[in-house]
C-alpha cells in the first residue's frame, strides 16, 4: 500500500522558515517524480515544487523561487521543501506527490499539512 505522508507543517510569523518532510512507503521514490502543491482556502490547487528521481532537476512556481527548496533523499524515500522568508500568501495546505517516471500525471497524494503564515 502507497502512503505519503507529509509533516512540518505549522504557524510562523512572516520571514520566517519551515521545513516540510514527505516520508513515504510501498513505492521506490528513485522510480518517480516528486512533487509540492498547496492549496489556499477558496484557491484551485497549485504547483509548487518538484524534483527528478535523481534529484539532478528541480523546478519551481515563480511566486517561491529563491525562497524555496526541495531536496529528496531516495534512499530513506523521503522529500523535503525547505521554506524560507515565508510570505501570508503561502499560506495553505501543502501536499506531496509522486508522479511514476514516464507518466504525464501525478498518481499518488499525501493528505497535506497545514502552513500558516501570520503578518
Known amino acids: 500500500q502507497v502512503q505519503l505522508v507529509e509533516s512540518g507543517g505549522g504557524l510562523v510569523q512572516a520571514g520566517g522558515s519551515l521545513s516540510l518532510s514527505c516520508a513515504a512507503s510501498?513505492?521506490?521514490?528513485?522510480?518517480?517524480?516528486m512533487g509540492w502543491f498547496r492549496q489556499a482556502p477558496g484557491k484551485e490547487r497549485e504547483f509548487v515544487a518538484a524534483i527528478t528521481w535523481s534529484g539532478g532537476s528541480t523546478s519551481y512556481t515563480n511566486s517561491v523561487m529563491g525562497r524555496f527548496t526541495i531536496s529528496r533523499d531516495n534512499a530513506k524515500n523521503t522529500v523535503v521543501l525547505q521554506m524560507n522568508n515565508l510570505k501570508p500568501e503561502d499560506t495553505a495546505v501543502y501536499s506531496c506527490a509522486a508522479q511514476r517516471v514516464g507518466m504525464s500525471s501525478y498518481n499518488y497524494w499525501g493528505q497535506g499539512t497545514q502552513v500558516t503564515v501570520s503578518s
Open positions: 510501498g513505492l521506490p521514490l528513485s522510480r518517480y517524480i
